[in-house]
């Protein structure tokens, strides 16, 4: 396993070609749900970690709510900063690595959104930030967690896709490997052609439950994808769980 492929994945150009669907409007429908699932109100504290290019802390702070968001990759917080330059807003944002985040400020939501669990080796470094965010979360504060379906994956599982964008060849391929999901992503035009990789621990949902019951949190929601659906272990995309202090 190329255990840092997030420093260079999430630093290219190429990032944006491939996830281009995850975009604002997918970005304000996930909000919108946990917004409905929540009593959070214009006054809140709200942390985004990691924020990424900050879809979905500029838009919260575009409603009114107080953000903070924080990631590793230079190139997308200076998209976040750009884009709420562009559009009047102010959040707070800085560079740090999630295994070492600590806060002095508490919050009323702790935001990981969009797959951002399950990068590294050790459970003890994929489950350090929601132990740790429990001591910087206010009491009845919440921790959402949008993560991948285990079982949905694994049965769903695409070895290999190829699509064109713009002028770009994106080629996919796709394995289940010691416990981790793996995607090597090829893109090429008629003169380069470049590689990257990701890989994702794959957890289950009693797993994650029975480690972040242990921190202390409890679960307020559970959903199966951004559209509110009820959770079922093998037809549901997508594992969002609201927990709370
Ligand atoms: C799939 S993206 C999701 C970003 C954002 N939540 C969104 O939905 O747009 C995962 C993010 O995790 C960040 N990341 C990866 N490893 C990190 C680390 N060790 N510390 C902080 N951020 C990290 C990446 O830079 C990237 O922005």
Redesign the pocket.
Known sequence: MQNDW??DW??SEEYNLV?SH?NDND?RKLLQLILNNTRLNKSNLIL??????G??LNYLNFLGFNVVG????KP?LIQAKNNAFNNGLNPLLFR????H?CFKKKFDAV??????FG??DSDEENFSFPRNAYSFLKKDGFFVLDYLNKNYITQNLIPLSVRKVNIYSVEEKREIKDNRVTKTIKISDSIRSKEFYESVKLYSKDFILERFLSFGYSVHRLFGDYNGNVYNENNSERLIIIFKK
Do not use: E, M, Q, W
């Not at 935001?111 to 951002?116: E, G, K, Q």
């Open positions: 997030f420093k999430f630093s996830y995850r970005a985004d970690a990691p924020c990424g290019a879809r979905h924080f990631d590793l990759s997308f740090a690595d999630i295994r985040v935001l990981n959104l969009f797959t951002s990068y590294f």
